[in-house]
């Protein structure tokens, strides 16, 4: 049974940072490709960055340059370092995970994932 399972949300104020974490089980982590996704209330879900088997990474434009995306094989986890965080990341934060033969590949589809996390919920103050 796969378990991705996020944590490290909260309520930070604008300029802060979090860091979320993503620990996997049942998968063979280094098969796949991974992925941070966010939801506001009432907004569709969004990619945020994503990083592949090998760690090359992809990240949305509202996001690049404050935001980092990392996993660690060893311990079946992803994360995401959120620096100069703004109201507008506000959402809940899910992690995905997606099977690739490709090590370089990224999604950005929300479609193309395989499991999903519950998700934790950022809220970042004005």
């Known amino acids: 049974q796969v378990q991705l399972v996020e944590s490290g949300g909260g309520l930070v104020q604008a300029g802060g940072s979090l860091r979320l974490s993503c620990a996997a089980s049942?998968?063979?982590?280094?098969?796949?490709?991974m992925g941070w996704f966010r939801q506001a209330p009432g907004k569709e879900r969004e990619f945020v960055a994503g990083?592949?088997?090998?760690?090359?990474?992809y990240y949305a434009d509202s996001v690049k340059g404050r935001f980092t995306i990392s996993r660690d094989n060893a311990k079946k986890s992803v994360y995401l370092q959120m620096n100069s965080l703004k109201a507008e990341d506000t959402a809940a934060y899910s992690c995905?995970?997606?099977?690739?033969?490709?090590?370089?590949?990224?999604?950005?589809?929300?479609?193309?994932?395989?499991?999903w996390g519950q998700g934790t919920q950022v809220t970042v103050s004005s």
């Open positions: 990083i592949s088997r090998i760690g090359s990474t």
């Open positions: 049942g998968l063979t982590f280094i098969n796949y490709a």
């Open positions: 995905a995970a997606i099977l690739r033969t490709s090590v370089m590949a990224i999604s950005t589809s929300t479609g193309d994932y395989d499991y």
